[in-house]
């Protein structure tokens, strides 16, 4: 039986996201409110500058009342895509740090850690982790994202930071179902197609169901033996999920703001109203923590754009296109994720001194533990001795992924590699290298495609000299590809604890213990 009116228009309201709500109060807000008839339901980083505005900012509803409980999605993974990204916050590298270790434990560390965190400043449903295979060479849309290619390492490592994440009251999210793994394209570009999935891609994905993953993401890649529509549009993908896989879940679709991901079924009305009938059960339609960067128009336009799409699946219901007990079950589904996870004016929350300390110290041990020679281990540590002059080459980032908050990271080399007795000097590429040195490293945080050649010329133009070269990925592996450096070394993420660790290793008194976890690299 088809409900009418408002209850029909409640049942979908909860499907799409970001919601209707005014979820931090400010002027822009208000301005909305009057213009709309509804706010953003976003957090913009503009208006709360800091993770402890944010955690007193939140307009929790009343534990009395007859509302859903505050829900709010954040992209929080570590190392590439962090929107917790303020200066003082903690950081943790991202997940093929973690796969360099290779420990279970450690990725629920790291679990418990960012939901720590998260459960502090009110935002309680992280859409992580990847459970993406990852390759070589690296793809954008993965890269350091993955845990790495070995699907039996990958799934433990998943289930680890779902058990972690969730442990701590933050619903976690497996994705992008059935699996980016060998896909060349960047889906925030083009749609990419393949035609089948490589072996074991779904095994993280059944792993992070059986340690009970509130929430899977589908993708807006196409996989030819599912179905020749993307995933988050394909009936059969969400059918093979559901019946294959046993995931009794809320299902959630990709950012269908994306061009390339709503183009291909008329735009993002259309891509809402395919996806609720394809199975999924929640449509996002953007970002619910952002910069805040949007002029007041385009805040007005995606408010009005959620509007339609309410319209557009309360038509489809109402002529059949949409079957109503699969808009009564998604809701279920939803409310029930809401009251399990969300938050009132009644819900304890750890202090955020505390959980930012222990994030400090799990990302400190991530960065200890993960730092990859890959060549030229016999050669450390580097002499330390008195006045012995350090040189730092900064390569200039080559490419800047999508919702890269990492590229934004400052360098914190010079700062925290320089001693009393170990001055620094840094050099732009090209320039002369003064004569005394006792090391030259160069370092980037992603260089490639186009720059890796500038960073092996700079490896060329300075071996040779009697001094030591090293060179540094902060990010992805392969912009060491190529380097006649005489150490290379891979430190995965360029935030403080993997830049500390990775200073250790080359000096001493650390030992670097981890390995790089996707097949295929030339070392």
Request: one cysteine or more; charged letters at 20%; aromatic letters at 4%.
């Amino acid at each position: 039986m088809t409900p009418r009116g408002d209850a029909l228009a409640e049942q979908v309201d909860v499907l799409i996201r970001p919601s209707r709500a005014v979820v931090v109060d400010s002027r822009r807000e208000d301005l909305l409110v009057r213009e709309t008839g509804a706010g953003s339901g976003r957090i913009g980083k503009d208006v709360v500058r800091d993770a402890g505005g944010l955690a007193g900012a939140l307009r929790l509803p009343s534990a009395a009342g007859p509302g859903l409980p505050l829900l709010i999605s954040v992209n929080q993974e570590g190392g590439r895509l962090d929107a917790l990204d303020w200066p003082a916050v903690a950081q943790l590298a991202g997940n093929l740090a973690v796969g360099a270790i290779g420990c279970p434990e450690t990725a629920h560390a790291a679990g418990a850690a960012i939901g720590g965190q998260l459960r502090a400043v009110g935002l309680t449903w992280d859409l992580a982790p990847v459970c993406d295979l990852g390759s070589w060479p690296s793809t954008s849309a993965v890269g350091t994202r993955a845990f790495g290619s070995e699907p039996g390492l990958v799934a433990r490592l998943a289930a680890g930071f779902v058990r972690g994440l969730q442990s701590a009251g933050v619903a976690g999210t497996a994705k992008h179902f059935p699996g980016l793994g060998g896909v060349a394209t960047d889906p925030h570009h083009a749609v990419p197609v393949l035609d089948r999935l490589r072996p074991g891609s779904l095994l993280p994905f059944q792993a992070a169901i059986d340690a009970g993953v509130a929430a899977v993401m589908v993708g807006s890649h196409v996989v030819l033996e599912f179905d020749d529509r993307p995933a988050v549009f394909s009936p059969g993908t969400v059918r093979f999920l559901r019946e294959e896989m046993g995931f009794d879940g809320v299902i959630v679709s990709e950012n269908l703001s994306i061009p390339a991901v709503h183009e291909s079924v008329g735009g993002v009305v259309a891509a809402a109203v395919a996806a609720l009938a394809a199975g999924v059960d929640v449509v996002m339609l953007d970002s619910e923590v952002s910069r805040g960067r949007g002029d007041h128009a385009a805040v007005v336009a995606a408010v009005r754009t959620r509007d339609r799409v309410a319209a557009a699946v309360v038509a489809a219901v109402l002529d059949g296109r949409v079957d109503p007990d699969r808009v009564a079950e998604a809701a279920r589904r939803v409310r029930s994720l809401h009251d399990r996870f969300g938050l009132t004016d009644a819900t304890q929350r750890p202090a955020w001194a505390d959980v930012d300390t222990a994030a400090a110290e799990a990302a400190r041990l991530i960065g200890d533990r993960s730092v990859t020679v890959l060549r030229g281990g016999h050669l450390l540590p580097l002499p330390d001795t008195a006045g012995g002059l350090v040189v730092l080459v900064r390569v200039p980032d080559g490419r800047v992924a999508r919702a890269d908050s990492a590229h934004a990271a400052p360098d914190l080399v010079p700062d925290l590699w320089a001693t009393d007795h170990r001055p620094v000097l840094r050099v732009r590429p090209g320039d002369p290298i003064p004569e005394g040195a006792a090391a030259i490293v160069f370092y980037g945080y992603d260089t490639g495609p186009d720059l890796p050649s500038l960073a092996a010329a700079e490896a060329a133009r300075l071996t040779g000299r009697g001094v030591p070269v090293v060179q540094v990925a902060f990010g992805v592996p392969d912009d060491l590809v190529s380097s006649p450096a005489d150490v290379l070394i891979a430190a995965y993420s360029p935030h403080r604890a993997s830049v500390a660790a990775c200073a250790s290793v080359l000096w001493g008194p650390a030992y670097a213990s981890g390995r790089l976890a996707v097949a295929g690299h030339p070392w």
